[in-house]
């Protein structure tokens, strides 16, 4: 019986009743397994679609048992199955980042602290507990106070002799605790990726982190196939997954500074629309419809109790706003994050992913759009790809020399890579403008098809070349038209920001030279990181921040090139290495 | 072994195994069983404490199985136990009560009804259907929406073609629902009897209502006896009783006019201050010690679903706010349906119940009190004391013939029989003004203590009319502690309310003959009728009567009774019949 793992997509065939533990160790895919596979500490946890025979354990909830969360090491082989491992340990090992104290100036977050002196009833004044604590807090009778909160005050007062500290929301009292610290978390909820930070509500300091898959990669690698299982009725599923990559990491992150679920009194996510669909459970199918309309971009501020976070139920949560079905709130995040839409500057925000999405503008006006870049720069369609982990090339010279991740021999070659090799081959001769391989000593046939062999076992060949050409077009020509929409061409770009992982470690002199990126001053280029993750704690943290973001979401002009005849030509002719007009790419030449 | 059926207090001895249907009937105690007792229909739901062997059945959920509740039919005795009854047929047949549409006129109800057509998204305009929602409501990005409403909206608004009611609430959105009536839900959670009224919307007229008793009388009769099961781990256990009474009326109300859940889109519950904290699963312990404080007098708005209410769970619930531990919401309620604070005459409203609340005041100042009248007008602590229900004797004539509720032999007398019964005595001087009985043919003497048999089985004796002058001078004394403390005389009061049931139906004359009530003009006598239910309804309907309600119970001075030596000086002054100071009783004399 075939065991394939995830995300690795390692294949080992194995006989019935066999663990999925043991198999996870003939395929040397690792696992955690602090207990030795006794079945107590509950951390091989993987989700499998497909058949085995499992034990229910205590260490999986009912909601997980139905999303397919079971334990490897109680879990034997009943037929052909796929597994996803969620949580490899370098991904997911908490990262803790403090920063100095009183970094952030003028900090209005979306839930403020203010420690009061609860006064003590008489029988002069037998005011209610409630509306003692709400006057101390400066707050009305018509605040809102969550039921727990009511339920819970008598104690918490009493226990703290009347010294508690009142965290306050938009609407009223969000929790009552003891005096200590109180964190917010921002969520990048990526459709590979998700990460997640804990931040002190009093300096704004980021003072831990976790990091790991979305375990919805199960359900398939972009976000087309993922909506297409939510129309096969596996939505409530695809949420639970979601929902469960988040929990874990906010549990490993809370666990790092010893805190507890209940001091983390809100939180922002920022996702792309069809990831906050599926967070929410809310059905994503006409995200792949025309005419595009998605069933939220904003949805109003929720409560974690109700979403499912397992941060404080009372926590107000944020969904970072969006634009389109296909341009999301992680875009929006990015703009605030980059500050492009609060400077006179022509600004070019560029994300680049399965789907690239390009934001152009200024403080005065702002348009965006979206293009299926494919999977290529992220490991897909590419046969040596894959993405940026231990024993991925992440970098090649213009020797063909090169770089792997990790203390690992090489398995692959990831993003930043390709576009290296690509740039390197094309510097060398090797492959020709339109992408095809050369006679070159590296350069052999293998089924009809020509391949450049970098080192043992890791070739690209014009299959390949021809994939990653579609996808750098597919970005390219998504700024082009988004310029000519705007009456402007790519000089006129004074900051070019670079969103997303990718932009953080793809080599621009190189992703210029293939033509994925406009060919302008690389003093103009700007790196913003994780600018979805950094967009959100802006938005945590900052009442005008909250602000723009709405004001950025709802104004931002989207401009939708899948009805776009310009389109078609611009990716046409930019099926070249660099671009078919050279003019357009004057400085490496 | 013995078991005992409440609210009747009947008794019965079986052998173990016999199932709690047939005790039932051999203790002559009506219990649905329109199945026969095959376990089928559900509806023979009993409330037990003590020992039963039971079989776990679909009708009762996990919730109601811990709470205690069994189906007779399917419980064999094990043991001594004592069943709650809780729906005497008599009681809970829902009544409907259709009114004349638009009878209220400027209606503000909590939520608001507003008829939209969605306009459809296209490719010029793709905005997202959630956006479109809210602008055709005029309503803005930052307004509230309950997330399962963003699940459902997709096809709410798909399968109404975007002709759809929008209810909005003071936050946002509450629901979304196709064309159709929508309705409020007032209640009148009292310590005995729990009353619910669906209002329509549109009209405000009351379409149907069921009453029944409050199941937690199965933890004790009076309220002092409740807060102490709650201070012995009990509070979850009476929240549920107090949920399962209001639920199960909701259900039988919705039923009476082929509604459904959803459309019950509000709700506000009046019940004194106890009861709200128990509802809500709140500690009322601090309600029954110095300096009562309690944990709330007013609640926020709260949502049916956090609270466990079975109508749709987004629908905003209001609590009538209340004044103090021992003057609650149903006070609040009373006044605000009386109208007393809105008038310059000074006007006196009495709650006689267990307790007796008392306020005084008009539109500029009100004053209120509760003493602790006990239960003898509840038909405790009387020997042949019983609710008003089928059997009771509720009038005496002077000639001692009486009148019995229902097609039944007469069990025992109800309040406002026992009323008439000590004015007749008084009259006809069968009892003194001390209540010690005299000669008479009617009177004779058991195990040493005198009594007077008015019908076979049924007397009263001295200890009996000692209860029932401690509660009328008990309510007497607050009413004139009340008129002290504002530097009144009676004389000044321009209006009696009578608030409650039993201001229904008591007789004034011989309540005032006894000395229960003050000796004023009859023509300044007004019964409320159920001013809690009433004030429930107007609190639901208009936002002035809202306003109102939360200034009443704000503003109004609470007089403790339980601190004041005047109380005691009042209290026995009033032990005589009708008072000790005759000069305040001229009329009827």
Known sequence: MRVTFLPD????????????????????????????GKGTCGRCKVIISGSVDAERDSHISDAEWAAGYRLACRSGVAGDVTVMVPDPPELSRPRVLVRTPGEVSNMTPIVQRSSIEVPVASMDDP?????????????GIGASVPLDLIRSLPEVVSQCNGSVDVLLGAKGLVTVLPRGSVYGMAVDLGTTTVVVNLIDLDTGGTVAGAAGYNDQILMGEDVLSRIERAEEGDLERLRQLALGSINRLTVEAIAAIDGSTDQVTTAVVAGNTAMAHMMLGVDPS???????????????MLSAGEIGLKILPAAPVMLVPGTAAWVGGD????VVSSGMHRRSELSLLIDVGTNGEVVLGNRDWLMCCSSS???????????????????????????LGFHVLGDAPPRGICGSGLIDLIAAMLEQGIVDRKGRLQDHISVTERDGIKEMTLCPGIAVNEDDIA?????????????????????????AVERLHLAGGFGHYVDPDNAVAIGLLPDIPRDRFSYLGNSS???????LLSTPRRLEAREVAASMTYVDLST??????????ALFLPHTDLSLFPRPQ
Chains 1, 2 share one sequence.
């Open 9 to 36: 997509d390692v294949t080992v065939d194995v006989e019935r009743g066999v663990s999925l533990m043991q198999a996870a160790e003939l395929a040397e895919v690792q696992l955690h397994a602090p207990c030795g």
């Open 127 to 139: 005011t209610a507990l409630l509306e003692r604590v709400l006057g101390s807090a400066g707050e």
């Open 286 to 300: 006409s995200i792949r419809y025309h005419p595009y309309s998605p069933a939220f971009n904003a949805s109003p």
């Open 331 to 334: 875009i929006t995040a990015g």
């Open 373 to 399: 870049a494919g999977p290529a720069f992220d490991g897909g369609e590419v046969a040596c790809g894959m993405r940026a982990m231990d024993g991925a090339i992440d970098r090649v010279g213009s020797d």
């Open 467 to 491: 994939n990653l050409i579609r996808s750098k077009a597919a970005v390219f020509a998504a700024i082009r038209c988004l310029l000519r929409a705007a009456g402007l061409t790519i000089g």
């Open 533 to 539: 993750l950094a967009g959100a704690r802006d938005v």
């Open 564 to 573: 776009s005849p310009e389109f078609f030509d611009e990716f046409t002719s």
